[in-house]
């Protein structure tokens, strides 16, 4: 996107062209991804007659506010939001520690077998979800876990092969002077991750809480696939009942719809400028 | 590699190592016992028993039938669900890999303007990508209401009487390809950090040389970007093959089939059905196949994907 200059037509037009053209790209392309954000929002605030008004009202008029309690009146959706948090809280638990750890083993460790184990871990990022899935579901039903949490929690004790991946690359940049320095004033290797290298690799720890928050709060297919209690449901798994539940009452859907958007996008918002490196980077690097 | 010892086998070498060697040895192992276990018990041993069970017929409940080939043996010669599964997936993914990728190009080259406010536009980009995919359908599934959605109220604009969309078996599936293209923010950022790694000399050259804007696009931008659009290919096209809850959700593979996706083939037959042997021989098909699809993108690269590295 070089600003180019002819010599017949003066510096100052050929920018000011350049920049509009510029922006009617970004503005045409911000349509596309904002104008259904903007129709989710105003339909949770139409009244049930307005939903169906031809032509349909720009702006709600009045603003239907009561739709939002309507939802946690219709369905347990107060329940599907505890429950996500829960799930949430525990994998992010589990990935931090787990990653670590075995992140920490991977980068400061001499261990017989070390760089084969590394390869098998990034091979297993190519491994097809398909495959695995029918196979886990029949260990964890005969282990009797399923309709509990325990399938879509444990798993994040072991942690994810990409984000250790992650972590280990970070790891990795630290300079190996600082273990000497605490190992020759006598830390355990115990003392030197916890002292040292986990508060050092803060950065790399947020994303993992990130990717972790939303992959958890995104999820679909794991709670469809062990969850059959209702009072058990998270607020994607819930959405998708709440549909067909009564012949769709689209104001209210879309109202619970936007309360399920709210965490991950206002996490995004609050996290891009790392959060956007930081994929940048990895899949530059993938 | 001249003077190799005699070989040692290792529980000698294990008794000769000093103390703290030994510790380091099993200190390392204990750190990385987490990924260990659950390398073990969730991804080796379930990808060897899928093997296994899909030469079974297996409802959970009882014990699994040995059963041979018999699984493959009938996806191959009767089943008609299974030639459906393929042909949509292939349909979806021949109109939707193309659309992505010049709606995810065209995004990142547009943020990568040097103009100011462009970091708003990015967050607008890249905000559906991180919604819940089942919020994005439901939201799309109103967007593509016949009667009352936003897509064919601003079609009557232009006099055009829009689609049946998610109804209509012609249409099913390019209505779900909107909640597809929606989420593109996350390919478009990759392709925009691939953009700023390409050298501005370049770029000073070919201007230099009289190449214009869409020259410089063709013999600077696209060749060094090369490598980023095959990365991203191949995800999308890993992607596209399991594609699952959008369907799931707003058609349930239907109407009349029209929008049965492999991956909601195999959901079918493993959860509703409880066929585990028959859904295990379905995934190994599939994982055959986006391993073919791979390696053909991959052995089209050496045409088409120019690595920077490989001239030095």
């Given at each position: 996107m070089a600003a180019t200059t002819s010599?017949?037509?003066?510096r100052f037009s050929l920018h000011f062209w350049r920049k509009v053209r510029n922006y009617a790209v970004l503005v045409l392309l911000a349509l596309f991804f904002m104008v259904p954000f903007y129709a989710m929002v105003s339909t949770a605030l139409k009244t049930e007659e307005q939903l169906f008004q031809i032509p349909p009202a720009w702006i709600p008029h009045p603003f239907a506010w009561e739709n939002f309690i309507q939802v946690f009146k219709e369905v347990p959706f107060g329940r599907f939001i505890l429950n996500s948090a829960f799930l949430v809280t525990v994998n992010v638990i589990g990935q931090v520690l787990a990653t670590s750890l075995v992140a920490y083993g991977f980068s400061r460790f001499r261990f017989w077998g070390r760089d084969v184990l590394f390869v098998i871990l990034l091979a297993t990022l190519m491994i097809p979800k398909q495959v695995v899935l029918v196979p886990q579901f029949i260990l964890f039903a005969k282990l009797g876990w399923v309709n509990t949490y325990l399938p879509l929690t444990v798993p994040a004790f072991m942690g994810s092969a990409f984000l250790i991946f992650m972590v280990r690359q970070y790891m990795m940049s630290i300079p190996l002077d600082l273990d000497e320095a605490a190992m020759i004033d006598g830390a355990s290797r115990w003392q030197i991750l916890w002292r040292i290298i986990f508060p050092i690799s803060t950065p790399i720890l947020v994303l993992v809480v990130i990717f972790t928050f939303v992959d958890v709060w995104n999820d679909f297919m794991g709670p469809l696939i062990y969850l059959n209690d209702p009072l058990k449901f998270t607020v994607s798994l819930g959405l998708s009942f709440f549909q067909g539940a009564?012949?769709?009452s689209w104001h209210l859907l879309m109202a619970a719809v936007m309360m399920a958007m709210i965490p991950p996008i206002t996490l995004f918002l609050i996290a891009q400028k790392r959060l956007l490196g930081g994929i940048a980077s990895a899949g530059i690097k993938g | 590699m001249t003077s190799i010892p005699q070989r040692i086998n290792p529980l000698q070498r294990w008794r000769n190592m000093s103390a703290r060697t030994k510790k380091e040895h099993l200190a390392g192992y204990l750190f990385i016992s987490p990924w260990l276990i659950g390398f073990v018990f969730l991804i080796a041993g379930p990808v060897i028993m899928s093997f296994f069970v899909s030469f079974t017929r297996w409802n959970i409940v009882g014990d699994p039938h040995w059963v041979g080939l018999r699984n493959y043996h009938r996806i191959f010669t009767a089943d008609r669900n299974f030639v459906q599964a393929l042909k949509v997936t292939f349909r979806y993914a021949f109109f939707y890999l193309p659309l992505t990728t010049v709606l995810a190009l065209s995004a990142a080259l547009a943020l990568n303007a040097?103009?100011?406010?462009v970091g708003i536009f990015r967050s607008f980009y890249y905000m559906p990508y991180m919604a819940p995919q089942v919020a994005a359908t439901l939201v799309w599934m109103w967007m593509l209401n016949p009667r009352y959605g936003l897509i064919n109220v601003m079609l009557g604009w232009i006099g055009i009487q829009g689609p049946n969309w998610l109804n209509d078996p012609k249409t099913a599936l390019f209505g779900l390809m909107f909640i597809g293209l929606w989420g593109v923010g996350g390919s478009a950022i990759i392709y925009l950090a691939g953009l700023q790694n390409i050298p501005q000399h370049l770029y000073d050259a070919a201007e230099v040389d009289g190449a214009n804007t869409w020259q410089q696009f063709r013999h600077v931008t696209l060749p060094m970007l090369s490598p980023t659009i095959f990365y991203v290919l191949v995800i999308e096209l890993i992607g596209v093959f399991q594609t699952f809850t959008t369907s799931f959700v707003a058609t349930g593979g239907g109407p009349?089939?029209?929008?049965?996706f492999y991956m909601l083939y195999i959901y079918n037959k493993a959860w509703v059905s409880l066929r585990m042997g028959y859904a295990s021989a379905l995934a190994w098909i599939l994982t055959v196949i986006i391993l073919i699809l791979t390696l053909l993108i991959l052995k089209s690269s050496a045409l088409w994907v120019h690595y920077e590295a490989e001239k030095k």
């Open positions: 010599q017949h037509t003066p009564k012949s769709t | 040097k103009v100011r406010g009349m089939k029209s929008t049965l």
